[in-house]
Each structure stands twice: as C-alpha cells, then as structure tokens.
C-alpha cells in the first residue's frame, strides 16, 4: 500500500498556483496535512479523489498512475470532502443505503455493514432519524460511515472539525486514530490540535508548497531550547508582537504572560519553556512567509 505524489503542481485560471512541485511518499498511518486557509489541501486532496486532474507531475497508488487509471485509486478511495451535504430528509439507514447503490458497493453485504459502520460511528441510536436533526458532529460522523462504505485503502478526510464544537472535536478525533489501521488516512486541516495526538506524520503547506514531511517528534524538536517565556505589561504587547513571533499569551495579575518563538533568548528575563507543535507550525510558516523566527 504506497501513495506517491510526484512533483505534482496545479495551475488555476489566472496563474493561480493550487500545487507547486509537490511530492511526498505515504504508507500506513494517518497523515495530517497541516496548512492555512488556501494553502493547497482541498486541491491536493481533490486530485486525489480524481475529481481535478494535475496540471504537471504524477501520482501512482501501488504503481499505477492515477491519471492514466483512475479506478485505480477511486475503488479503493474513501472521501469526505470539506462542503459533505447530506439530503435533510432521508435518515441514516436510506442515506447510507443511497451511498452504497452509487458506489456499487455489492448488495447482500450492504445491511450488515451499514449496521457495523453505525455502531462504528457511534449512530446506531440514531439511525431512524432524518439526517436533517443531526447536530454538525453526527453530520461528520454519518460522513465518515459513507467514506467507509467500501472498506477503503486511501481514507481522505477534508477539514472534518469545522464546525464542531469541543466535545465533538475529539470525539471526531478518536474515531479516525480507532480507524487507521492498515490504511493510509489523509486528514487535512489548519488546526494543529486537530493531528496533534493522532497523526503519525505531519506534512505541512504553505502556498502550494510542502514545508516539511516528518513525524511529530521530529517537529517538536525542530523547536526544542527555542519557546520561551515571561511577562510584560499589557501595553508593551504590540511591541512584542511586532518584535518577535508570539505563539501565544494569557492574562495574568501582573500583565500579560507571551509566548514567543525565537531562535535566541529574546530577552533575559524570558525563561525557556518546552514546545508544542502549535509552536513549530508557527515557526514553519512564519519563516515561508519571511517573518520573524
Ligand atoms: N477552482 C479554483 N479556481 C481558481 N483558484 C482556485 C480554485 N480552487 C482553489 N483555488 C486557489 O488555489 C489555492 C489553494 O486553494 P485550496 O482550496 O486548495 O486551499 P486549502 O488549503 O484547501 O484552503 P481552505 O482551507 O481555505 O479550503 C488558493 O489560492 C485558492 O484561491
């Protein structure tokens, strides 16, 4: 089981960059795509899916190019894209009996794997009710049951926690780290707290273009002995921000505690604190885009 994208770009009308000389190897595990909004992630993903084709480069699932074979990679594809609507009206059992009749999943298994999915996907409760009752986090798991249908390879899940509330967040979150598997999960979204406990690698983009493929850890310590701390009076904030990268900054009786990300001390009462991934992103796309880190 083995993803390549190979120096794949993709042009928009009016040189608009989607992609630009993107590659990058996946096998097993769940991958989060990380990235600001307009980054690139629905148009990677969409390639993909087969739905838009690339304008330069290639991508071969275990070896067959998915330009030239597109079953290849659509019989084995799983997808939930960013805009999923369900139909308001029909309920869990008929929307994902509909699902299964488009994707020509075979039918005598149907029901039962209807039934195994929406235990999977904490539903069955729910399975007679019209899908249009359903709060924003059902809405995505129902969504996740449909992506499942045909038991998928390649899992790509678009920006799934938009929307969401806390609770549902990471109730959403575990389901797919439960689901990984011998299975390669693409997730994408700019929420780093969204991949942090989940993701096996990072892949991170900016611009069409990848930043940096490597496991959590690796991006932890791409900012080890380089977060700090301390606590300034409120009004010399913007100065701060102006002066270096703030990751972060909470209220205290005395002023306000920031969080910087600076390869040096930036001052000396600034105490060294250890980082998260938050901080490592910040600093990523902060130095793409020629920012102070
Ligand atoms: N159909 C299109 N026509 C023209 N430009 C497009 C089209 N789709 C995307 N783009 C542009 O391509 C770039 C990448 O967009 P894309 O939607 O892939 O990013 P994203 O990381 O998914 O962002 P978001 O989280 O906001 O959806 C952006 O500059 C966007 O404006």
Do not use: C
């Not at 770009?9 to 993107?22: E, H, I, R």
């Not at 990677?44 to 071969?60: K, P, V």
């Not at 995505?140 to 249908?149: D, E, N, S, W, Y």
């Amino acid at each position: 089981m083995k993803l390549v994208i190979d120096h794949v770009s993709k042009s928009y009308k009016g040189n608009v960059w989607g992609l630009k000389d993107f590659s990058l190897e996946l096998g097993p595990g769940i991958l989060g795509l990380l990235g600001p909004n307009g980054a690139g992630k629905s148009t990677l993903m969409r390639i993909l899916a087969t739905i838009t084709r690339a304008t330069e480069g290639t991508i071969t699932w275990d070896g067959v190019d998915i330009a030239k074979s597109p079953d290849s990679i659509r019989s084995v594809l799983g997808y939930l894209p960013q805009d999923f609507g369900v139909y308001p009206n029909l309920n869990a059992v008929e929307f994902l009996e509909y699902m299964a009749a488009i994707k020509g999943v075979d039918g005598k298994a149907v029901k039962r794997r209807i039934d195994e999915l929406l235990e999977v996907v904490n539903l069955a409760d729910a399975r007679s009710r019209p899908l249009g009752g359903y709060s924003g986090g059902m809405k995505q798991r129902i969504g996740i049951a449909q992506a499942l249908l045909n038991d998928p390879g390649l899992l790509i899940v678009d920006e799934p926690t938009v929307g969401l509330d806390p609770e549902e967040r990471v109730r959403f979150r575990n389901l797919l780290s439960d689901l990984s598997g011998d299975r390669i999960v693409i997730l994408s979204t700019h929420i780093v707290s969204d991949v942090e406990a989940i993701a096996s690698d990072i892949a991170l983009i900016n611009k069409g273009e990848l930043l940096m493929h490597a496991t959590p850890e690796d991006l932890l310590r791409s900012v080890e002995d380089k977060v700090w701390e301390w606590v300034v009076p409120g009004t010399a904030l913007p100065d701060v921000k102006r002066q270096f990268l703030v990751s972060g900054t909470i209220r205290k009786s005395d002023g306000v505690q920031v969080r910087v990300v600076s390869d040096a001390q930036p001052v000396p009462k600034a105490g060294a604190v250890s980082p998260t991934l938050e901080d490592a992103y910040l600093r990523l796309i902060s130095s793409h885009r020629g920012g102070s880190a």
